[in-house]
Every structure is written in C-alpha cells, then in structure tokens.
C-alpha cells in the first residue's frame, strides 16, 4: 500500500557528510512518525532517529551532535544529514514510517535500504 525509495547513500572518507532521502507514496492521507534505522553485518537493526509528525525529534547517543533529522510534509519525505561521520556509521540505513493509509488503516512501511560506507 505505501512504497518508500531512499537515496543518498554512498562511500565517504571520515570526517565527511552524506544526506539520506526517503520519499513516501501510495495510499497515503497522513505520515505519522518518520524515522531511520541502520544495520551492520552481524549486528541487529538500531534506530537512528526520528521525527514526530509536529517535529519533534529523537536520536541515538551515538550520533546525537553529528546527525539531523527532518521533514518535508508537503512531499512526504524524510531526510538525514550525516556530518563527520565515522567508520562505525558504516551500515545499511533504512527509513521507516508509521502511516495512516486511505482506507483507514496504520501500517508501518521500511525501505529498501541504502548503503554508507565510511573508510578511515
């Protein structure tokens, strides 16, 4: 019912900065909290940070100072900008949504995943 398409992803050196996308769409009347959470091999999915309908925000103590997280309400997008990124930021992020669907219905939706590698 809802399809969420992330970008932003890439290779960068420590020290540098990568802004992830995530734009929603199909049977959506509303987006309620909006989020990203990121995965390393062997490791279990972490939640990153999200952001309430109204803006409020939330972050992990790993990347709090470095990272922000915001919204785009008119386009039903999510964004993370990632400063001075480090070697340990290095996973596979997914974006993550909690929607209020046309027939009335909350579902939660994930991305595709997007790749970050950091090198050192």
């Known amino acids: 019912q809802v399809q969420l398409v992330e970008s932003g992803g890439g290779l960068v050196q420590a020290g540098g900065s990568l802004r992830l996308s995530c734009a929603a769409s199909?049977?959506?009347?509303?987006?309620?909290?909006m989020g990203w959470y990121r995965q390393a091999p062997g490791k279990q999915r972490e939640l990153v940070a999200s952001?309430?309908?109204?803006?409020?925000?939330n972050y992990a103590d790993s990347v709090k100072g470095r990272f922000a997280i915001s919204r785009d309400n008119t386009k039903n997008t999510v964004y993370l900008q990632m400063n001075s990124l480090k070697p340990e930021d290095t996973a596979v992020y997914y974006c993550?949504?909690?929607?209020?669907?046309?027939?009335?219905?909350?579902?939660?939706?994930w991305g595709q995943g997007t790749q970050v590698t950091v090198s050192s």
């Open positions: 993550n949504t909690d929607v209020y669907t046309t027939d009335y219905s909350n579902i939660i939706s």
């Open positions: 952001i309430s309908a109204l803006g409020g925000t």
């Open positions: 199909g049977r959506i009347a509303s987006i309620n909290v």
